[in-house]
């Protein structure tokens, strides 16, 4: 491996047809943190036992933060709501590749203020945080019914 | 051209690489070497569907998502199974 990227890209579709869809990031670049790397590795190279399952599980927050490699969980994270953290519905690589992609539409079932970030984890609660970003933008309110598509596709060569 | 930064997109196999969306779904789509494997929920009944060798699914260069959307066996048997039966009768 001589590289990693992570990509978070993110769309609110409104329940309300008569407002437009809403871009928060589209392959925003962001952070493996010092954590994640720790755990490819464990999981890859060192590991004597069987390792943890992937991290498939996307967090969202409402919090403004300013990731960083030494971030281990993700500030604010929701948990309420229909978008608490969830285990991806759909976690695909392509074969003879270095992309995979791990993607979830979480549906609202009531009020947010804007969410403005996410983070993958390793597990259902607390975990190894691999991976955490900002949105380019964040949502806005949301309202019950509203949904985000949260899309993360990992690159590694 | 939607295009990423950092590492992008990188297939060994073609020793091809590159930074933009439509490229890698051109050089990907209908590549029998690039088939798909993972899971996601079916569409119908919402249990996991484990996959291999699926083929190439594109990536929306707006919104990053690959949109594999399948149902398991048991449900697309029985929607074969309407079918079949509309068109006996």
Same mark, same amino acid.
């Given at each position: ?37 720790d755990w490819m590795h464990q999981q890859v190279y060192t590991n004597t036992a069987a390792g943890t399952r992937g991290a498939g599980f996307i967090a969202s927050t409402e919090s ?94 | ?28 789509? %209908?590549? $029998?070497? =690039?088939?798909?494997?993972?899971? #996601? ?11 291999? %060798?699926? $083929?190439? =699914?594109?990536?929306?260069?707006? #919104? ?5 959307s399948l149902k398991c066996e048991e449900c697309e048997s029985r929607t074969m199974g309407t079918v079949k039966r509309t068109v006996v009768q």
């Open positions: 491996m001589n590289g990693q990227d992570g990509y978070l890209s993110a769309i609110v579709i409104y329940a309300d047809k008569r407002k437009k869809n809403k871009i928060l990031a589209t392959f925003k670049h962001q952070l493996l943190t010092d954590a994640g790397k403004s933060i300013t990731p960083a490699v030494g971030n281990t969980t993700l500030t604010g994270e929701i948990s309420t709501n229909g978008l608490a953290r969830a285990d991806a519905t759909t976690k695909t690589h392509t074969a003879a590749s270095n992309s995979s992609t791990v993607e979830h539409t979480f549906t609202a079932s009531g009020a947010f203020t804007s969410v403005l970030a996410s983070a993958l984890f390793n597990a259902s609660s607390a975990g190894t945080m691999p991976h955490i970003a900002n949105f380019a933008t964040g949502s806005g309110t949301l309202a019950t019914n509203d949904t985000l598509k949260i899309t993360w596709t990992l690159n590694l060569s | 051209m939607a295009m990423i930064e950092g590492g992008g997109f990188r297939c060994d196999a073609h020793e091809f690489k590159t930074n933009e969306i439509e490229e890698w779904n051109t050089h990907c789509f %209908g590549n $029998p070497e =690039h088939t798909e494997s993972g899971s #996601t929920v079916c569409t119908s009944c919402g249990v996991i569907v484990v996959f291999t %060798g699926l $083929p190439y =699914h594109k990536i929306d260069p707006i #919104t990053g998502s690959k949109n594999i």
